[in-house]
């Protein structure tokens, strides 16, 4: 098989998870870094909302401006975590929990750029992501934590006041996440859900209107394990859609990698991507292999050559490669192709279920054996050409 997906082995270690969305952002950071380049950037908002996990022993640093740097002493967080242990089941009546390393993801503020770090708390069954930036030092003095957990405390009473209200609410989009699941198929994984951080400092009352954090992780269209979500959803419909939305896509993916782990192929290409593969001299599998490795650097970048007075670009759909022509002419993709407005008609006429080799004006169809389908010479002159799917032996 073409693909080689380093982070496969631990996806299936992530799959399946109890209490997946209390779970700390520890146990999938490792497949996230994993993730190729292109799904980093595509997906940059997303990741910077889950932030990272903390390692315990670094200072964090708040740049929100770089002449201005200031930080807090990995001391100083560790001294927070251990007071807030102790405080909050006696202020609040809460179920009590240790607090660590895991409890804290640094994040980045989109709008400022100002790097912050996020406290995880569980308020009896919900997570409440609360962002610790620059402004308890310029507003706590010499007892930053003391400052913040003062903060801290106005929220989760808040929380604790409204609990069924917050219960029923992250129930509701827990349910909709693993439906969502179901829909897209096999292999389709929920990794992440709660809502964004809300700054220490905010009013309670504003938790009201924080959007949530939500990730899958899903196939996408070389057969790479990426991640799919949104870093402002704010209801079980936008989940419901989000798998409505993948489902197709995912099940004709998943089905195409499951065919070549369990026939032994190396990858799927249509009839007609490997007909001009043939016709340009070049070998499939070093078409596909670099296919591949192009694709897990941009979701943009397809190969693409010159070939008889036409451009021919090689691309990924849903795990199969094919391949789309344009010229001045033209333009063929995925079983259709649109000629351009000058293009007589005589050109395809009665050329109907005969292969694409007959379209004698066109040298780049030369060895291409699609058979023509439909022709329409209406509104615009276009033609269907019949694609099928065929397996490269490994």
């Not at 240790?98 to 308020?123: H, K, M, Q, Y």
């Not at 030092?137 to 400052?147: E, Q, R």
């Not at 790479?224 to 979500?229: D, E, I, M, P, R």
């Amino acid at each position: 098989m073409f693909f080689n997906d380093s982070g496969a082995e631990m996806l299936n270690a992530i799959h399946g998870r109890e209490n997946w969305w209390a779970a700390p952002l520890a146990d999938i950071a490792p497949w996230l870094e994993s993730l190729p380049p292109y799904t980093r950037e595509a997906h940059r908002a997303l990741l910077q909302a889950m932030g990272r996990p903390w390692d315990g022993v670094s200072d964090i640093t708040f740049s929100g401006k770089v002449d201005d740097e200031e930080c807090l002493t990995a001391a100083t967080v560790s001294d927070l975590l251990t007071r807030l242990e102790e405080e909050l089941p006696s202020q609040l009546g809460i179920t009590h929990q240790a607090f660590g390393p895991d409890n804290v993801r640094c994040l980045t503020n989109r709008e400022n750029f100002d790097w912050s770090f996020c406290i995880d708390i569980n308020v009896n069954g919900v997570i409440v992501p609360i962002a610790i930036n620059s402004r308890c030092l310029k507003k706590g003095g010499s007892d930053v934590c003391s400052y913040v957990i003062g903060h801290i405390l106005k929220i989760l009473r808040h929380m604790v006041r409204y609990d069924a209200y917050w219960h029923a609410k992250d129930l509701k989009m827990r349910q909709a996440m693993e439906k969502a699941v179901t829909l897209m198929g096999p292999g389709s994984t929920p990794l992440w859900l709660r809502r964004q951080a809300i700054a220490f400092d905010t009013p309670a009352r504003y938790f009201r209107v924080v959007p949530y954090v939500m990730a899958f992780a899903m196939l996408d269209d070389c057969l790479h394990w990426s991640v799919k979500g949104d870093d402002r959803c704010w209801d079980p419909t936008s989940v419901k859609q989000t798998g409505q939305a993948c489902s197709a896509e995912q099940a004709r993916r998943a089905e195409a990698r499951d065919a070549l782990e369990q026939n032994g192929g190396y990858a799927f290409v249509t009839n007609f991507a490997a007909d001009l593969i043939k016709d340009m001299g070049l070998n499939y599998k070093t078409v596909v292999d670099s296919l591949y490795e192009a694709s897990l650097q941009s979701t943009y970048e397809k190969l693409e050559y010159s070939h008889k007075g036409a451009t021919i670009r090689f691309f990924f759909n849903d795990g199969v490669v094919d391949a789309m022509i344009t010229s001045e002419q033209f333009c063929c993709l995925q079983g259709k192709m649109l000629f351009s407005p000058d293009t007589p008609a005589r050109t395809v006429i009665g050329r109907s279920g005969t292969p694409m080799r007959y379209l004698f004006d066109f040298p780049v169809f030369e060895n291409v054996g699609c058979t023509i389908g439909q022709i329409s010479i209406t509104d615009k002159l276009e033609l269907d050409y019949a694609v099928e799917r065929l397996m490269l032996a490994g």
